[in-house]
């Protein structure tokens, strides 16, 4: 499996299925185990990795959002305590994204060795800057509403570290499926975390995660300036064409952009 990064306790494993990113962070005796996705032996790989290094540690899985392809190796890691958000926790539809997994595994012909459930939350984030400590260190979470209803973004002051879950990719253009406005509003609370904690790596869903301040600033600019455009009322197509071939994939993003625009028109 590829590892982006192997830097003082954190990992960043990166599935070879929509370039989702996995990571574990070791904060005290505990690990956190965040996303890990999502064939088999990338979840395989990324267990047998905990093995190696952290079988001493309290293992917790921290899920950014409900997603099925975010939530799809839960079942692997039995002993773990669940952080998400309580929106996650309460999901009105939990069967409609297990069964995204089972036609997505029988699509493949994919077969797990662990059983595909929804996550059962133990520590759900209920509100803006909600926090936990665990031994000296301070983790925060904040809601992340806009591209679902059930995200949250978590910062490690001590590390300068934050964990977006589907924001600020640098292969896929926003794609909103709860509100134009709210994703705008975690944008800016993005920018608003990035300056108060300094931070200096984001781990992001999809593709490749932030080490600069430089690449920080280029991807929310332009996120910001694409969503902006649906609340404003003004979209430009050129725009939109040059937002989307730079993030590359040129095909999938058109049918990303396709979506947000058949979302916008029901709205
Ligand atoms: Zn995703």
Same mark, same amino acid.
């Given at each position: 499996? /590829?590892?982006?990064?192997?830097?003082? +306790?954190?990992?960043?494993?990166?599935?070879?299925?929509?370039?989702?990113?996995? !990571?574990?962070?070791?904060?005290?005796?505990?690990?956190?185990?965040?996303? *890990?996705?999502?064939?088999?032996?990338?979840?395989?790989?990324?267990?047998?990795?905990?093995?190696?290094?952290?079988?001493?540690?309290?293992?917790?899985?921290?899920?950014?959002?409900?997603?099925?392809?975010?939530?799809? @190796?839960? @079942?692997?890691? *039995?002993?773990?305590?669940?952080?998400?958000? !309580? $929106?996650?926790?309460?999901?009105?539809?939990?069967?409609?994204?297990?069964?995204?997994? /089972?036609?997505? &595994?029988?699509?493949?012909?994919?077969?797990?060795?662990?059983? =595909?459930?929804? *996550?059962?939350?133990?520590?759900?984030?209920?509100?803006?800057? $909600?926090?936990?400590?665990?031994?000296?260190?301070?983790?925060?979470?904040?809601?992340?509403?806009?591209?679902?209803?059930?995200?949250?973004?978590? =910062? #490690? *002051?001590?590390?300068?570290?934050?964990?977006? +879950?589907?924001?600020?990719?640098?292969?896929?253009?926003?794609?909103?499926?709860?509100?134009? @406005?709210?994703?705008?509003?975690?944008?800016?609370?993005?920018?608003?975390? !990035?300056?108060?904690?300094?931070?200096?790596?984001?781990?992001?869903?999809?593709? &490749?995660?932030?080490?600069?301040?430089?690449? %920080?600033?280029?991807?929310?600019? !332009? $996120? #910001?300036?694409?969503?902006?455009? %649906?609340?404003? +009322?003004?979209?430009?197509?050129? =725009?939109?064409?040059?937002?989307?071939?730079?993030? @590359?994939?040129?095909?999938?993003?058109?049918? #990303?952009?396709?979506?947000?625009? $058949?979302?916008?028109?029901?709205?």
């Amino acid at each position: 499996m /590829k590892i982006q990064l192997e830097d003082r +306790g954190i990992t960043i494993f990166e599935s070879a299925i929509y370039r989702t990113c996995s !990571a574990i962070l070791e904060v005290d005796n505990n690990i956190f185990i965040v996303d *890990p996705n999502t064939l088999p032996l990338e979840i395989e790989y990324v267990k047998s990795f905990i093995q190696k290094n952290y079988s001493a540690h309290k293992p917790y899985l921290l899920f950014t959002h409900a997603d099925y392809d975010h939530i799809i @190796g839960y @079942g692997a890691f *039995p002993h773990a305590e669940v952080i998400a958000g !309580a $929106d996650l926790a309460d999901l009105h539809d939990k069967n409609s994204v297990l069964n995204q997994i /089972k036609s997505f &595994d029988s699509m493949f012909y994919i077969k797990r060795n662990y059983p =595909v459930l929804f *996550p059962k939350v133990h520590h759900p984030i209920l509100e803006n800057e $909600d926090k936990l400590i665990f031994g000296n260190t301070k983790i925060l979470f904040y809601s992340a509403k806009g591209h679902v209803d059930n995200g949250i973004i978590t =910062v #490690i *002051p001590s590390q300068q570290l934050c964990i977006t +879950g589907d924001y600020l990719s640098n292969i896929e253009i926003p794609m909103v499926e709860y509100s134009f @406005g709210e994703y705008l509003e975690t944008l800016r609370l993005l920018g608003k975390i !990035a300056e108060k904690y300094n931070i200096s790596r984001f781990i992001i869903g999809h593709g &490749d995660y932030i080490s600069t301040q430089k690449e %920080f600033k280029k991807r929310w600019e !332009a $996120d #910001i300036r694409y969503v902006s455009m %649906f609340v404003s +009322g003004l979209i430009e197509d050129s =725009v939109c064409k040059r937002i989307i071939s730079e993030k @590359g994939f040129e095909e999938e993003n058109h049918k #990303i952009h396709q979506k947000n625009m $058949d979302f916008y028109s029901i709205k």
